[in-house]
């Protein structure tokens, strides 16, 4: 037991008053001799025990009545833990409030957000008008890093609005202690007011301080959810007027099957196509949606399910560019290859163009998503050096060999790309004994494969080490996993790595069936769109392609009347918006320079909140296992009282009062009614 005022103990010495006033009352009886008894009449006999008795308990009732009053004045309480509160001490109090998405499902208590704004008023009535607050939410705003006086407090909880945003656990825990450290000799106490949604919880949980934590658990009703999880197109290529697979994948979050999940998808905010999947318990599902006639420029694309009463996760956003051409470069020596050129030429997409290896605009060369290198025996290590880094900030280069001359300049530009080099020319017959149908060039290329599928035979042809230890795959190959036509991954671009020459006198290669599939899957391959969508509250920055700004010139992201300026990253690869806590509603926004529009990127909310599993006690208790928490799950009324039980432990001053006015009215009862035995005696 402890007390909150323990001075007031000191009164405790008022109890020798009583005492003393006893002593002078346990007087002795004494004899008393008369004369003359005629004049008696009656004498009354008092026994000194019956006296005594009395007495003893008039003491008693007076003693205890002054220890219970002085111990109401001390009030004792019997502490409930360790974190019980110092009543002299100021706290300092942070109290999130979960305002995510599934904050909005309901129970008895109406919306869980509305009954965790009130679980908050609650909590901070539990405490001293003089101790601070802070009010915390899943948007981490600026604002919230302060500490409140409780009306302020009040004020700020009412405020608090559904987010798209979502935290987890460990970085709510985190962020509320950042406020603590400015507050070193105050009591400190963190509490946590969410349903508890499984995905809350990531790992092991850690904590630096010695705050106790509190964590307060809202129940929702159990709810069926299905959700858009995740889209993307077949293939990265969209050009105008073709058709698109677009690939959508929808997810149950409940344990019953759904069935006929209607989906539609719009582009531009029109309708350009519809399907509907069946989905079993916790499972997800894949549906493929077509649809065409799409001019060039950026579209906004649109998913969207029925699917009620959880809707926020209904719809999904994402863009992508239909590009009305492509850019391909080829660099020769003398003379320009016919086969590229007209291959190239004659399909409008691209926008094809060669130049001499003497004459390359280096600074131009990251402007096209295609470099081809043709037949060039005079390769400087300047120029493997310059393609060197270009593919390493996500270009693609095609590398054809020249079998007239030497290949010293083939193997200089081989080591400085880290493929497999050059080990001389084998002038003899070969033909291809393997094809991987499995690579992304051979897409939807082959809608039959024969049982004796004809592949190409070379004549003379380079042969490679094959000793690179860059990652690599083999399109076609030799017997014996030697390199025909071959793919290396580099940073972030891709190089292409032949062992003939484009000309009939290497083989019959460029008049082969799978020449076409090849070179133009190759170069849509090389096609670097941006992300069809991001995630609000995951993802920090965003990628494009590099941009060239004056000193005055800025970039700004707008979506309707929002506009926001993101700090800019500028690379060889490209460019980077950091946009930090700048995006928090969902759909599209526009990347604007001036007036001139560059991008449109996408937001969707985090689809971890669609999963509506709830962590019960057990599992919250066994994640804090160790740490100094408390667990409170209110079903109803006011759970003011319990935070002010956890606080201050049992109070008892009552208790004493209410003994100590027992014990005076004991003491008023022993005066008034209790009478001494008497005896009396006729004379």
Known sequence: MQFLFPGFLFALFSIAIPVIIHLFNFRKFKKVYFSNVAFLKEIQQQTSSSRNLKH???????????????????????????????AFQQQVVSIFIDNSYSMETLNKEGSLLDEGKRRAKEIAAAYSINDKFQLLTNDFEGRHQRLLSYEDFIKAVD?????????????????QQDVFSGEPNAGKTQYLISDFQKNMLKGSFVSDSNAAIRL?????????????????????????????????QLKNNSDKRAENIPIRVLIDGKPKALGSLN?????????????????????????TITDYPVVFDDNFHFTFNVRPQMRVLAIHNQSE?????????????FKYQSIQSGSINYSQLSTYPLLILSETSDISSGLAQQLQTYVKNGGNLMVFPSLI??????????????????????????????INLQHPIFRGVFSKIPNKLDLPIAKNYVQFNNLSRTRKSNILEFAGNRVFFSQYLIGKGKVYLSAVALSEESGNFVRHSVFVPLMYQSAFLSLRDNRLFYTLGKDQFLETEKISLSVTQALKLKKGKYEAIPDIRQSESGTRLFISDQIQDKGNYELLKGDSLLSVFAFNDNRNESDLSYLNKTELSKSFQGKKVEIFSPRKGSIQNAIKAVNNGIQLWKLCLILALVFLAVEIILLRFYKNPESKLKL
Request: charged share 20%; aromatic share 6%.
């Open 56 to 86: 003893l308990l008039l003491l008693a009732a007076r003693v205890l009545t002054i220890i219970f009053l002085v111990l109401a004045f001390a009030q004792p309480y019997i502490p409930q833990h360790a974190g019980t509160s110092n």
């Open 216 to 248: 307060v658990i809202l129940e929702a009703n159990q709810l069926a959810n299905i959700s858009v999880d995740s889209v993307w197109f077949s293939s990265p290529v969209h050009r105008p007027g073709e058709t698109e697979k677009l690939i959508v």
């Open 279 to 303: 989905l079993e318990a916790r499972a997800s599902n894949r549906d493929t949606l077509s649809f065409s006639g799409l001019k060039a420029g950026w579209k906004r694309g649109e998913i």
């Open 337 to 349: 290859n016919p086969f590229i050129r007209s291959l190239y030429s004659a399909e409008p997409f």
């Open 405 to 434: 001359t030497d290949i010293s300049g083939l193997k200089i530009l081989t080591q400085a790309l880290g493929t497999d080099t050059p080990e001389g020319i084998v002038k003899e017959e070969a033909k291809v004994s393997a």
């Open 159 to 175: 405020d608090v609005k559904i987010s798209g945003l979502s935290k987890d656990i460990q970085q709510i825990i985190n962020r």
